[in-house]
């Protein structure tokens, strides 16, 4: 997909490939012929131009054909460069300006909840995103309701589009923040398997009445160490040789 536009968010979509794994492929219960089906788990995506990782795991769970990936961030394309609900199947909410999808997600989790609805859902937000005040009135609400039915996912990269997100805000420790609110609070390796199954079955079986976080560290461009070592890395460009040898890296180190 980041080749048809030689350009994108690969680096967060790299970082995050192992997060979106264990939530698709081990976590979620849904049913990919019918994206709409009231029992699926939902996954909201805050982070609107992360889309490109999303389609991805959409495409390998058979929710997207995989021959329309030529069409991604083209006009009339059901992959837009940002997510947005209304185009794409299984993209549950349209992301964009930083701060809204834990807010969307806390009034789905009080709606289910309401409903009796055993369905859990699923956020994920970024680092950057913990600077937005909206974020943190989310997280209160998530406590007062005690919505044990909310998982929030935090990508924290530790990047963002001016620089380091701990140069931006006095940032410290995530997980303790999080549990001094109220919540259950996890932090975790984002690019180790292992940990990131340990961590999502923990969220899903922990049996306080309270929301769930499980704080991800990821490494932008993982995988590919040419694109790691790139001191900017929050939207880049490859060029037209470095494609192939990104993917030969890529199908070396895949695990059989």
Same mark, same amino acid.
């Given at each position: $997909?980041?080749? %048809?536009?030689?350009?994108?968010?690969?680096?967060?979509?790299?970082?995050?490939?192992? %997060?979106?794994? %264990?939530?698709?492929?081990? #976590? $979620?219960? @849904?049913?990919?012929?019918?994206? +709409?089906? +009231?029992?699926?788990?939902?996954?909201?995506?805050?982070?609107?131009? @992360?889309?490109?990782? =999303?389609?991805? #795991?959409? !495409? +390998?769970?058979? !929710?997207?054909?995989?021959?329309? !990936?030529?069409?991604?961030? $083209?006009?009339?394309?059901?992959?837009?460069?940002?997510? $947005? #609900?209304?185009?794409?199947?299984?993209? +549950?909410?349209?992301?964009?300006? =930083?701060?809204?999808?834990?807010? !969307?997600?806390?009034?789905? #989790? =009080?709606?289910?909840?309401?409903?009796?609805?055993?369905a859990f859902v699923y956020n994920m937000l970024s680092d950057g995103e913990l600077g937005e005040g909206s974020t943190w009135e989310a997280v209160m609400s998530a406590v007062q309701w005690k919505l044990d039915n909310l998982i929030a996912i935090v990508d924290f990269n530790n990047q963002q589009a001016d620089g380091p997100t701990r140069d931006a805000l006095a940032v410290g420790a995530e997980a303790p923040k999080w549990a001094a609110f109220g919540w259950y609070a996890q932090e975790v390796d984002g690019n180790d398997l292992a940990a990131l199954v340990e961590a999502f079955d923990n969220a899903r079986n922990h049996t306080g009445a309270q929301p769930r976080v499980i704080i991800c560290n990821t490494k932008m461009c993982k995988g590919i160490p040419f694109l790691e070592a790139r001191e900017s890395t929050h939207f880049i460009r490859v060029e037209a040789d470095e494609w192939a040898k990104a993917l030969a890296i890529l199908d070396e180190d895949k695990p059989l």
């Open positions: $997909m980041g080749e %048809v536009q030689g350009q994108g968010y690969i680096g967060q979509a790299l970082g995050v490939a192992d %997060v979106l794994a %264990v939530s698709y492929f081990h #976590a $979620m219960t @849904y049913r990919p012929d019918d994206t +709409e089906w +009231e029992g699926r788990d939902r996954f909201y995506l805050s982070i609107g131009h @992360y889309a490109i990782a =999303l389609y991805a #795991a959409l !495409i +390998e769970a058979g !929710i997207l054909p995989e021959d329309e !990936i030529g069409t991604y961030g $083209m006009d009339d394309s059901r992959m837009p460069m940002s997510g $947005m #609900a209304a185009y794409t199947p299984g993209m +549950e909410i349209t992301g964009g300006s =930083l701060g809204h999808g834990l807010g !969307i997600a806390v009034g789905a #989790a =009080l709606g289910l909840k309401r409903k009796k609805n055993p």
